[in-house]
């Protein structure tokens, strides 16, 4: 059965996926949205012991939305066989992925030099808790670890209340993001000289580099961030207020917009009050500016004040529960969701992808594939016959 693209943009190059959880999986996400020909490489059920973590619920949700258009091999790579079947791939493959500790490529002789020597062109992403070298390089990364040690927690929350995680996985996403741009940057610096290269970055480098301004302030000016709660850090008025029957954010940061909002909510007096008079002042007095602007807002419901602030050119919007932020006109014109599966399958819906191209749009058109679906495809596709196939599933290679 011929494999049905995604796109076109990317349909001339084939991935090898090694990875696991949820970094790897974002990165290579982008690159089978736009086409690539990923193939999930994953060890045969019960060699793994952390399979659970990577495996288990292959129709739930989470999974579903992270391997939607991938094919699926089984190869156990603690056999030679299964070594050798994985090295025959990577003649013909552009990139390969993976987010084992930096140690475990060396053992199994998937290194980069390794690699390079089968193929010039190949190009190995790798991604890791904290860098293929240094003094933590041998430590796990989750997530959560990384949030705390990248400096995220010591900002996220209200003063006095402790640290406080994301409600999102922030370093993983990140760090899959920033691997899938450094693909297709040497994927296309691959065509000027022909070679392909190492491409590796980390949770940690990624975590500190997503605090980006807050990280800057503290290098160039010496100002160590703290938790705002919902205030920002170095503008005002901009944070979280009540309306008479909910919350919504308020972003009246800058002159012009300070100076548009005092007008839209008949406040023109503000603009004269010498406390307020530039943005370094309002974030002094923000205590007494924010208690005016509540007072205000507490006289009229959410949507009337996002109705007139939004016509004014001031940012303002609802907080949105979940279902409520799937329900909102404008992410339902975006296209965000899509469903997907099949006769043998249950439909799942996914997210779609962020980042659209008009002409070689990326796309959503198979869902996530069963454990080794594709085996005995994709080895047929590089050499092996139905015979070579049976022996490697006698020997539990496959």
Same mark, same amino acid.
């Given at each position: 059965?011929?494999?049905?693209?995604?796109?076109?943009?990317?349909?001339?190059?084939?991935?090898?996926?090694?990875?696991?959880?949820?970094?790897?999986?974002?990165?290579?996400?982008?690159?089978?949205?736009?086409?690539?020909?990923?193939?999930? #490489?994953?060890?045969?059920?019960? /060699?793994?012991? +952390?399979?659970?973590?990577?495996?288990?619920? *292959? =129709? &739930?949700? $989470?999974?579903?939305?992270?391997?939607?258009?991938?094919?699926?091999?089984?190869?156990?790579?603690?056999?030679?066989?299964?070594?050798?079947?994985?090295?025959?791939? #990577?003649?013909?493959?552009?990139? /390969?992925?993976? +987010?084992?500790?930096?140690?475990?490529?060396? *053992? =199994? &002789?998937? $290194?980069?030099?390794?690699?390079?020597?089968?193929?010039?062109?190949?190009?190995?992403?790798?991604?890791?808790?904290?860098?293929?070298?240094?003094?933590?390089?041998?430590?796990?990364?989750?997530?959560?670890?990384?949030?705390?040690?990248?400096?995220?927690?010591?900002?996220?929350?209200?003063?006095?209340?402790?640290?406080?995680?994301?409600?999102?996985?922030?370093?993983?996403?990140?760090?899959?993001?920033?691997?899938?741009?450094?693909?297709?940057?040497?994927?296309?610096?691959?065509?000027?000289?022909?070679?392909?290269?190492?491409?590796?970055?980390?949770?940690?480098?990624?975590?500190?580099?997503?605090?980006?301004?807050?990280?800057?302030?503290?290098?160039?000016?010496?100002?160590?961030?703290?938790?705002?709660?919902?205030?920002?850090?170095?503008?005002?008025?901009?944070?979280?207020?009540?309306?008479?029957?909910?919350?919504?954010?308020?972003?009246?940061?800058?002159?012009?917009?300070?100076?548009?909002?005092?007008?839209?909510?008949?406040?023109?007096?503000?603009?004269?009050?010498?406390?307020?008079?530039?943005?370094?002042?309002?974030?002094?007095?923000?205590?007494?500016?924010?208690?005016?602007?509540?007072?205000?807002?507490?006289?009229?419901?959410?949507?009337?004040?996002?109705?007139?602030?939004?016509?004014?050119?001031?940012?303002?919007?609802?907080?949105?529960?979940?279902?409520?932020?799937?329900?909102?006109?404008?992410?339902?014109?975006?296209?965000?969701?899509?469903?997907?599966?099949?006769?043998?399958?249950?439909?799942?819906?996914?997210?779609?992808?962020?980042?659209?191209?008009?002409?070689?749009?990326?796309?959503?058109?198979?869902?996530?594939?069963?454990?080794?679906?594709?085996?005995?495809?994709?080895?047929?596709?590089?050499?092996?016959?139905?015979?070579?196939?049976?022996?490697?599933?006698?020997?539990?290679?496959?």
């Amino acid at each position: 059965m011929p494999r049905i693209m995604a796109s076109h943009a990317l349909s001339r190059f084939r991935v090898l996926d090694l990875s696991r959880v949820r970094a790897g999986p974002t990165c290579v996400r982008m690159l089978a949205d736009f086409g690539a020909d990923v193939i999930r #490489v994953e060890p045969p059920p019960g /060699v793994d012991p +952390n399979e659970a973590m990577f495996a288990a619920d *292959r =129709l &739930g949700g $989470d999974f579903q939305n992270l391997n939607r258009n991938k094919r699926s091999l089984t190869l156990n790579l603690k056999k030679p066989e299964g070594l050798a079947v994985f090295k025959r791939l #990577v003649k013909d493959a552009d990139v /390969v992925v993976e +987010n084992w500790r930096p140690d475990v490529k060396q *053992r =199994l &002789g998937l $290194d980069y030099e390794s690699l390079s020597a089968i193929n010039p062109r190949i190009i190995l992403a790798s991604i890791s808790g904290f860098g293929q070298s240094g003094p933590y390089a041998w430590r796990p990364g989750f997530d959560q670890i990384v949030q705390g040690m990248g400096g995220l927690m010591s900002v996220t929350g209200f003063p006095e209340q402790g640290p406080v995680r994301a409600g999102l996985a922030v370093a993983d996403s990140s760090a899959g993001l920033y691997a899938a741009l450094g693909i297709f940057i040497a994927l296309l610096e691959r065509e000027v000289s022909g070679k392909g290269q190492w491409v590796h970055t980390s949770l940690i480098h990624t975590m500190v580099a997503m605090m980006d301004f807050q990280a800057a302030r503290y290098l160039n000016e010496g100002d160590v961030p703290q938790q705002a709660g919902n205030d920002h850090p170095t503008s005002s008025p901009m944070g979280l207020f009540e309306a008479a029957d909910g919350r919504f954010n308020l972003g009246a940061s800058g002159e012009g917009n300070w100076r548009r909002f005092c007008v839209a909510v008949g406040q023109e007096a503000w603009l004269d009050d010498p406390e307020f008079a530039n943005e370094k002042l309002r974030v002094k007095n923000r205590t007494r500016l924010n208690a005016q602007i509540q007072a205000l807002f507490r006289s009229q419901p959410v949507a009337h004040w996002v109705e007139i602030l939004n016509r004014a050119g001031v940012p303002a919007g609802p907080v949105y529960s979940v279902p409520e932020m799937f329900d909102d006109p404008q992410v339902r014109h975006l296209g965000v969701v899509k469903a997907v599966g099949g006769a043998q399958q249950a439909l799942r819906h996914v997210l779609t992808q962020p980042v659209r191209l008009e002409r070689t749009a990326g796309e959503v058109v198979a869902p996530a594939p069963g454990w080794g679906e594709h085996t005995e495809e994709i080895l047929g596709e590089i050499g092996y016959s139905g015979e070579q196939v049976r022996a490697l599933r006698e020997q539990e290679v496959v």
